[in-house]
C-alpha cells in the first residue's frame, strides 16, 4: 500500500507526505527536549547545592560543630562565605528541629558583617501535624515550606542519596536540595539548601519560544516552497504531461504549454523541445503521407504504360513494333524499379542519421575520396568527362564541418551523378571549395543545358516534372535527397544557371565550419 502510494502519487503530494513525517519526529523530538530542560537544568543547580553541601558538612566534621541551636547559628555566621550565592541554608537536627536558618540571620549580601541591632526571629518545632514550621516573624519561611519534605527525607530508610524538589509557590520557582549531615559516620541532622530559581523558568521559556518559532519560520518556508514547487514545477509539468497524452490519444492539440515556452529555465526548455518534437513528427508524418501519395501517383503512371505495351505485344507480329514495345517495358520497369530503390534510400537516411553520431569531419578529404571514385569509372566511359577540384581561394585553411562521413559522401556523389548524367562528351566538371561567411562553400558547375525551370527551387521537390529523356536514370529524387542531408546537417543548398555565354547548372552547398 505504502509502495503504490509513493509509486503513483504526485510528486507535491510525495513533498507534504515527506515533510509531514519529518514534522512528526521533530515534534516528538521537540517534546521530549522542551520536558528535558527543566529537569537538567534543575540537576545542575541541585550538584551546585551538592557541593555546597559537601563542603559545609567537610566543615562540620573539621570543626566538630554540635548540632544545637546556638552552635549551629554560630556556624551559619561564621561560614557565611560559602553561603554568598545562595538565598537560604538550614540545619535540622534528627528530630526535626529547624537549628538555624540563613533567613533568620541578617547577613548583609555584599560585606556580609552580623548587625548587633537587629534581633533573631524565634524558631519553633516542627508541628508535625500540619508539616509547617511555625514562625512569627520569618515571611520567607512561611512562603516555601521545607520542614514537611525534610520530614518526608528522614522517613526514608536509605537516605544516604539526596533529595531534589522543585515546586513554584506565589509565583516564584524554588530549587530545593536536602542531604544528611553526617559526623563520624553517624548522621548528626539534615542541611537544606533552597533558592528561587526563576531564571530556570525563563531559560526554559526562551528555549520553548526559540524552538516554536523556528519550526513556524520552517513551515512556512516549506509551505512557501511547496506552493512554489507545485505553481512553477509540477503545474507546467502536468500540462506537458496532458499534451503528450493528447499527442498519444490523437486528441485535439492543446495549446496550454505554449505559455511555459517563453521561460528560460528548464521547463521553458523542455516546453519548447517537446514542441519542435511535435512539430517534427506531425511533419514527418504529412512528409510520409504525401511522399506515399506522390509515389503511388509515380508508379501509376509507367505502370499503366507498361500494362498497355504488354495489352500490344500479346496482339501483334510485327517485329519491328515488338521490339519497340519491349523498349518501352523496359524502359517502364527500370523507372519503377528507380522510384522504389531511391524511396527506400530515403528512408534509409533519415533513420541512419537520426541514430548516427555527428563528428569532426576534413570535407576536403572527403571531396577528394569521392571525385577519384567518379573520375576512375569516368576513364572506362565514352563520354570522356574530367571532374575537376579548386582549393585556391582556401590558401592553406582547413574545412572541417560536424557530420557524419557517409551522408557528406552521398551529398557530393548525387550532385557528381547529377551533373555527368546531364553534361555532354568531352566537357569537364568544376568542383569549388571555398569559405564564405561562417559557412564552408562548394560549388559544383557543369556544361550541360543547365535548369529549364522559371522556378529553379522545384528541382529539389519530390519527382520534379523537367525530367531527361532517359527517366529511368533518374527517378526525381535525386537533389531531393541531397537537400534533405545538406539540411540536417545544418546547411543549405542553391540551384542556379551559370550566366554570361557559358551554359550549365550551377549547384552551391553551405555547411557551417566547425571549429
Do not use: W
Amino acid at each position: 500500500m505504502r509502495s503504490n502510494f509513493f509509486s503513483s502519487s504526485s510528486i507535491l503530494k510525495k513533498f507534504l507526505v515527506f515533510n509531514l513525517i519529518v514534522f512528526l519526529f521533530l515534534g516528538i523530538f521537540t517534546y521530549l527536549y522542551l520536558n528535558a530542560i527543566k529537569p537538567n537544568l534543575v540537576k545542575s543547580r541541585s550538584d551546585h547545592h551538592s557541593r555546597i553541601i559537601n563542603n559545609t558538612t567537610d566543615h562540620i566534621n573539621r570543626l566538630n560543630i554540635e548540632f544545637t541551636k546556638e552552635s549551629s547559628t554560630k556556624f551559619l555566621l561564621d561560614a557565611r562565605f560559602l553561603f554568598q550565592n545562595l538565598d537560604r541554608v538550614q540545619l535540622y537536627d534528627l528530630n526535626l528541629n529547624l537549628l538555624a536558618d540563613t533567613d533568620t540571620l541578617d547577613l548583609v549580601q555584599d560585606v556580609f558583617i552580623r548587625n548587633e541591632g537587629v534581633q533573631e526571629s524565634s524558631i519553633e518545632k516542627i508541628d508535625e501535624s500540619k508539616n509547617t514550621i511555625e514562625s512569627s516573624t520569618d515571611l520567607k519561611t512561611s512562603a516555601f515550606n521545607t520542614g514537611t519534605h525534610v520530614g518526608i527525607y528522614s522517613k526514608i530508610k536509605n537516605n544516604t542519596e539526596k533529595l531534589v524538589v522543585d515546586e513554584t509557590h506565589n509565583n516564584n520557582f524554588y530549587v530545593m536540595t536536602i542531604d544528611s549531615v553526617n559526623v563520624d559516620g553517624k548522621n548528626k541532622g539534615y542541611i537544606v539548601v533552597s533558592e528561587i530559581a526563576n531564571d530556570i523558568l525563563v531559560a526554559v521559556e526562551e528555549r520553548k519560544n526559540f524552538i516554536l518559532r523556528t519550526v513556524f519560520s520552517v513551515a512556512i518556508v516549506i509551505l512557501i516552497f511547496s506552493v512554489f514547487l507545485n505553481k512553477y514545477i509540477l503545474k507546467p509539468i502536468r500540462s506537458l504531461v496532458l499534451y503528450t497524452k493528447a499527442i498519444k490519444e490523437k486528441d485535439v492539440k492543446i495549446d496550454k504549454h505554449e505559455k511555459y515556452m517563453i521561460r528560460k529555465d528548464e521547463v521553458g526548455q523542455l516546453s519548447r523541445s517537446l514542441n519542435e518534437m511535435t512539430e517534427d513528427l506531425y511533419k514527418r508524418i504529412n512528409i510520409a503521407e504525401t511522399f506515399s501519395s506522390d509515389l503511388a501517383h509515380e508508379i501509376r503512371n509507367p505502370l499503366t504504360s507498361l500494362k498497355s505495351a504488354s495489352e500490344v505485344l500479346e496482339n501483334t507480329s510485327d517485329n519491328e513494333k515488338r521490339k519497340k514495345l519491349i523498349k518501352v517495358i523496359s524502359h517502364d520497369v527500370e523507372r519503377v524499379e528507380r522510384l522504389i530503390t531511391d524511396y527506400s534510400q530515403i528512408l534509409k537516411d533519415e533513420a541512419s542519421l537520426s541514430r548516427a553520431k555527428m563528428v569532426k569531419i576534413d570535407l576536403p578529404s572527403v571531396v577528394d575520396s569521392v571525385v577519384e571514385d567518379f573520375n576512375s569509372n569516368l576513364v572506362n566511359s565514352n563520354k570522356n568527362i574530367k571532374i575537376n577540384v579548386n582549393y585556391s581561394k582556401l590558401n592553406g585553411s582547413k574545412l572541417h564541418v560536424l557530420g557524419v562521413e557517409s551522408k557528406l559522401e552521398q551529398i557530393i556523389a548525387n550532385l557528381l551523378d547529377n551533373a555527368v548524367s546531364f553534361s555532354p562528351p568531352d566537357s569537364k566538371i568544376s568542383i569549388i571549395c571555398d569559405i564564405k561567411s561562417k559557412n564552408i562553400q562548394l560549388v559544383i558547375v557543369d556544361e550541360g543545358p543547365g535548369f529549364n525551370e522559371k522556378n529553379i527551387d522545384k528541382v529539389f521537390k519530390r519527382f520534379y516534372s523537367n525530367r531527361p529523356e532517359k527517366f529511368g536514370e533518374h527517378s526525381g529524387l535525386g537533389l531531393n535527397i541531397v537537400k534533405n542531408i545538406v539540411e540536417l546537417h545544418g546547411g543549405s543548398i542553391i540551384a542556379s544557371n551559370q550566366t554570361g555565354s557559358k551554359k550549365g547548372a550551377r549547384i552551391e552547398v553551405l555547411l557551417p565550419v566547425y571549429k
